[in-house]
């Protein structure tokens, strides 16, 4: 009887089988694309593809045979531009390391990898008259030149401050370099490589970002400006006709030779005395990031790329010919059909997986906008997603057929962006009357924050405003009767609020009053809540430290002993929660506040979801982990 009880003993604790089941995470990720002749006479549309896990890519698409080849760096997760240079060489800045890569065009392989100390981001580059490559940073605010002889890097200092980021720049014609900072107290100087000097810009310069260099004039925006004394200029061209609308330089595809417009859709091209319009094509997000010789336009829109010939009369789309590679998530959720969903960073796509057949789809793009998707939930076996950067919440029916061309499925059903908030920090969730529930972010330079409910049947939108004070909100949960929130002190584009502390509050759905709040000493957030329905418990995470809060009694307990907080906390409601620390995942029973490591991940886990008490879905970098426990 002995043997028989620790039999049984030992079997109820065993390890469980953590198994591997896929990295159904893809997507392409692109932030920029050029065209190159290399020396062979072959041509390619070549884009950088974000690849967080192994190193950004260079993706050669020859767009004539619809066919592909990919080259891996040794660093950077992704980049933002591309810039041609002397030596049929491409160079371009990274994120989330902060380099320059170079790229040799002949030997058809990366050959260099400059870092700049202590930055996350190169953005865009420019060629200044030195020969040097500039670049600008964050989170320092810095412009950086990289010898294209040595490959050093020179730190040209931070002349902004407490900007955290010179976002563009770009070549004037002179060789001197326009630099614009955000976002706390935007300016724009000018940097002289010739006196290693930043000056300040003209005042006509100031509301502009970028612009570009054209037979000697500078073009930003609708103005030219004369290239040496960068007075405003009467355009030395003609223009697109004025009852159409206002126009503007395009700085990706002008040259020094060939200028190119925009006004709405269409694309203009001036050279050689003649402006010519080269298309009027709904683009619907897409982005033309290249010409050709010939006049082609080339693009990308989503997870498709497109050539736009000579009085093409419609869009064609074609898939990229290269294999996505697997992406980390930014949430896991399952739905009741036992579907696995999550969606990519920076990119506005979504995947589900089948846990029962493994079967998977990735999507395209669920909007014409750019961004990524932050979180979804699930009402009437539909998929309710919301998505920076445009502030919207869109819906998904899987079992329809797709049509995100026409917003027919999915389809936008409403837009906070316009309000003023553009990232679904807090994610979404569905309240007992089946409404979602989604907190926000405000926009780029705006401390601030919104609690957003929204009816998914018709998509009429109420927003709750700063119910915390200017704090974006960060925590949620609600009931039939409360709104749940916690803050961060973190916002887009601004350093974080030093003087503030987060908060935890409770919000009256009716009278949209807030009834109880607390502020937290030494902490910047207040997140990944989880409220239990069997014990009323809500589980929530103050800088990675466990509290529970009891929703009848109104009252916190901190559980000093509990691991570390690491991911959203998640159940099903019936009294036990799980959540991820470190590589452990880690069961807490809501009643007593006790928690114990139920397995041990290969890597860091990053998100939990639940099929059952015997059954876990765990996250970790590109990979997808089943648990199950005996």
């Not at 041609?84 to 320059?100: A, H, K, Q």
């Not at 326009?178 to 005042?203: S, V």
């Not at 998505?387 to 057929?401: L, R």
């Not at 099903?572 to 452990?584: N, V």
Request: hydrophobic share 40%; proline share 5%.
């Amino acid at each position: 009887m002995i043997l028989v009880c620790l039999l049984v003993a030992a079997a109820t604790h065993a390890a469980p089988r953590v198994e591997l089941i896929g990295q159904p995470c893809r997507a392409n990720i692109m932030w920029a694309g050029r065209y190159v002749r290399t020396s062979d006479g072959k041509e390619w549309f070549v884009f950088t593809n974000m690849r967080e896990k192994s190193g950004m890519e260079l993706v050669f698409i020859d767009f004539r045979n619809n066919t592909a080849r990919v080259f891996r760096a040794t660093a950077g997760a992704g980049s933002w531009d591309i810039l041609p240079v002397p030596g049929d060489r491409l160079v371009s800045g990274t994120y989330y390391d902060g380099v320059f890569l170079v790229f040799d065009l002949n030997r058809m392989e990366f050959v260099k990898v400059a870092d700049f100390p202590k930055e996350e981001y190169v953005w865009n580059l420019a060629l200044g008259g030195d020969g040097r490559v500039y670049g600008g940073t964050y989170p320092g605010g810095k412009l950086g030149a990289l010898d294209l002889n040595t490959y050093a890097v020179e730190d040209c200092g931070a002349p902004a401050s407490p900007n955290m980021y010179l976002r563009f720049v770009s070549a004037l014609p002179d060789g001197r370099i326009f630099c614009h900072f955000g976002y706390e107290k935007q300016t724009n100087l000018i940097y002289d490589p010739r006196t290693r000097r930043f000056l300040e810009a003209p005042a006509a310069l100031q509301g502009e970002s970028r612009g570009v260099s054209w037979n000697g004039y500078f073009l930003a925006g609708n103005k030219v400006f004369d290239g040496k004394t960068l007075e405003l200029v009467q355009p030395p061209f003609p223009t697109p006709p004025a009852q159409d609308g206002d126009w503007t330089v395009d700085v990706n595809l002008t040259t020094n030779e060939v200028l190119y417009l925009r006004q709405g859709d269409a694309v203009f091209r001036y050279q050689e005395g003649r402006l010519e319009k080269l298309s009027s094509l709904k683009l619907r997000g897409g982005v033309i990031f290249a010409a050709t010789e010939q006049g082609e336009l080339l693009g990308l829109r989503g997870q498709d790329y497109f050539v736009i010939r000579p009085g093409d009369t419609q869009l064609t789309l074609k898939r990229l010919p290269n294999e996505a590679a697997p992406r980390p998530t930014m949430f896991l959720r399952l739905d009741e059909k036992g579907r696995l969903w999550g969606g990519p960073y920076l990119a506005l796509t979504l995947f589900y997986m089948d846990t029962k057949n493994g079967k998977t789809v990735n999507t395209g793009k669920i909007t014409d906008a750019s961004g990524q998707v932050h979180d979804v939930a699930f009402v009437d076996g539909k998929v309710y997603a919301v998505a920076y950067s445009a502030g919207e919440i869109v819906e998904y029916d899987p079992d329809a057929p797709w049509d995100q061309w026409n917003n027919v499925n999915p389809r936008v059903i409403a837009n906070v962006g316009e309000k003023g908030y553009v990232r679904p920090t807090a994610g979404v969730v569905v309240s007992p009357d089946k409404k979602l529930v989604s907190g926000w972010m405000a926009k780029y330079g705006v401390y601030g924050g919104a609690v957003v409910i929204t009816d998914p049947a018709t998509g009429q939108t109420q927003l709750f405003e700063n119910p915390l004070g200017e704090q974006t909100i960060e925590g949620l949960a609600v009931d039939d009767q409360y709104i749940y929130a916690g803050t961060s002190l973190y916002a887009n584009g601004l350093p974080p609020q030093s003087r503030e502390k987060p908060r935890f509050g409770v919000i009256e759905r009716a009278s949209r009053k807030t009834v109880l709040q607390r502020e937290f000493d030494g902490a910047m957030s207040v997140r990944f809540f989880h409220l239990d329905a069997s014990s009323r418990q809500l589980a929530f995470a103050v800088e990675g430290k466990l509290h529970l809060f009891d929703t009848a009694k109104r009252e916190f307990r901190l559980l000093p002993e509990a691991p570390g907080v690491g991911s959203r906390i998640v159940g099903l409601g019936d009294g036990i929660a799980y959540y991820a620390s470190g590589k452990q995942v880690v069961q807490l029973h809501l009643s007593s506040g006790k928690t114990e490591v139920i397995a041990e991940m290969p890597e860091t886990a990053s998100h939990i979801a639940v099929e059952s008490g015997a059954t876990l879905y765990v996250w970790c970098g590109a990979d997808l982990y089943r648990v199950r426990r005996n």
